[in-house]
């Protein structure tokens, strides 16, 4: 069963059996939106981003992105950039998988953001989500969707955080503006 | 004389009369059917036998009917079950006895299926409990009923035969297959019976074996005894000790990896019971060429590169820890010292107390992670290592005493080991790839003798790993210091080439020689003409090792080695350079990029490779033969040997 996740809600992630997760994938798809006009038949492609940053005590510690597509520790791994999206007609175009185990003992929390690199805004884009999915076994645990995006390049869209009983996820929906995750820190620690 | 047989195995039996001992650590329903010589259990002696039981079941003893002419079962199902067998009792027709185990339906805390089990182990044994037989019934999955072994007659004599046939379908679609007409209610009737025994029976066998079921030593304590056999272990006897197995088992695990092939049969979850955290989270069990690719060999240089990663990030992952845990507890400390107000007194020794028992606390917590992550690396590392093939294999694995010399050279190269200092007994083989992409240099700043020493492992390597005739190698040795430990390349006939000139006569000539190999090579391949090469050219791989480089070089030469670093490993020519980087520092800088364009290995231990990840600095130790081992010797001779069947 999946929860299509509003701005601020909060899902554990232990499962139903009492067992707790072991691997999550964020997943990012989006399709350009078509532009009307002269040449309306093209498409100008649009490159989001998907990135996260790991936080431990509210300082970042590690982030994975594009140009670092594995954690040093290995926990957390980028399958790699994806410039147009819109390539999986609905599925994800870029994801990040969290191996929840290997994750150092002293990262405490996880922020996953998209960002447009190409610079559109994400009112251009269309069909846009983040999705959360049980890696062990593809299911889909929350949901989250851009559309309707207004006038900024960026998003922080969730966050992963270690509590006493395990992993709950946090959908966050901030909008934001830059072009990598870089531009994003000072718009993430309030998230925190 | 035990035989333990494997699955297909036959095994004569001396006598008619035996005993069956079922050992399965786990409560399971044992039956047994009779069948002709086809096999078929329905006889057709059943039509007119004198009371009820439908054409078939009368051939067939269970639970619910435990008793055949010349074989009896139990009426219940338990861990341990002795079935008494009287051969010379079975009537005319019968050819076959088949013992069959099956799970019980529907019992809270025992295992859905066998792969969730222990593997049940049987022993045929004479009456007096002198072994014959045992089988251990391995690779089960989800299956909940098995065929585990037949007794069978052949020209009068009978033999047993383990056959480990196991059915998902359980025990109707066991006895279906063996021809049991109305399979499905016979089922029935085994489960009536059980359930029916399982009520009326006092020494409730469920709460004996329950523990040993859930416990992740379940595979190793000798199964919990129902109906405990005179002289053989003691239902208090948990120890996993050898001597109290039953009679008759041979164990064949690793006496080291018990606990961990012990938790395996126990991690499949049961649905009614959730695994503890514990035995969820238990490793799998780690095999050799657990990874990718199309032949072992790569497999297992796969294996060894993940094991490599891995090893860098779960080392990173714990320094990240500590130094956040240390700049953590520095900042907190800077914070009260900061504020006049707590910077003495009662409140600041608390408070200091607790910023540093906090940064105690996460580095024990990364501690034991590194600790659990190295632990299943070195379990890995161990069924790994004697598993490589000599090219992969430090010197000291036996796996070189077996070397043929062999048809492919092999996709790598063991050029050494690699440890962390978190981990200094777990060593990584550093392999290279084959051909060499970049020059190797054996830097001897620190000890000349034992770089030149480090340099001919490697050069006897390479031309072990490569087809007679694959490699050439050419030595320079201007000063001649090194002759002695040059010397066993040169004699026997291992190597084609003799040693050439001493002085910069023989540097030149055989520099001179390779740089037109090199120019011809690539004059060649852009040419698009490789095939056309001048007959008689040698396309062997060439391997130049040079001995306390630049000695005897002139600038000419030292240029053309320049030219054969950066240009020679895509025409086949591949440098070994011992020098010390301190004598050449007459050149200036111009020979930094050669420096840098090398693979620099070390005679002693040295932190100074970088993993391709992480960054960690990695302590290489060089490949060396044993002290007083004649292993270099015997490759070479049999290299030598080998060449007259190449016609070279």
Redesign the interface.
Known sequence: MTVNMTKGQKISLSKADGGTLTAVRMGLGWQAAPRRGLFGSRTREIDLDASAVLFADNQPVDVVFFRHLTSDDGSVRHTGDNLVGGAGQGGDDESIIVDLQRVPVHVDQIVFTVNSFTGQTFAEVQNAFCRLVDETNGQELARYTLTGGGPYTAQIMAKVQRGTGGWSMTAIGTPANGRTFQDLIPAILPAL | MTAELVRGQNHPLPGNRLEIRVSAGTPVVAAVTLGDEQGRVAGQAGADRQSGPAPGREWLAHPGAPQLPGVEVPKQAAAEHRLAVDLGAMPEPVHRVHVLLALPAGRTGAPANFGAAPAPHLAVTTPDGAAIAGYTVTGLGAETALLAIELYRRHGAWKVRAVGQGYDGGLPALLLDQGVPEAREVAGEIHEAVVREQSRSVDAPLASTAPAATSPSAGLAPPAVATPPAGSASGTDAAPDAPSAPPGRVDYRHPRRRAATGAAPATPPTPSA?PSPQS??APPVPVAGDAGGWTMEERLHNQIWGMF??LA??V???R??ED??QS?YDQEMDALLADPRTRGGPAAEVARDEAMLKQVA?VD??RA?LDRDLAQLTAESEVVEPALPPAFAGWENPTWHAYEVPEQPPLAVRLGGLTLPEAPELRIPLLVRLPLARGLWVDSEEDRGAAMDVAVAIAVRLLACHPVGGLVMHALDPAGSAATVLAPLYSGGALALPPPAAGAAGVNEVLARLTERVDLVHMAIRGGAADSLPPGFDRAEQLLIVNEFPFGFDDRAVNQIRYLADEGPAAGVHLLLVADRDDASAYGPVLDPLWRSLLRLTPLPSDHLADP??GHAWTYEPALVPPGSQIVAQVLRRLAAARPAYGM
């Open positions: 959730p969820a989270a990663e891995d990030r779960t990173a992952a714990y990240s820890a956040f845990a953590r996460l917590q990364a992670v990840w992480v």
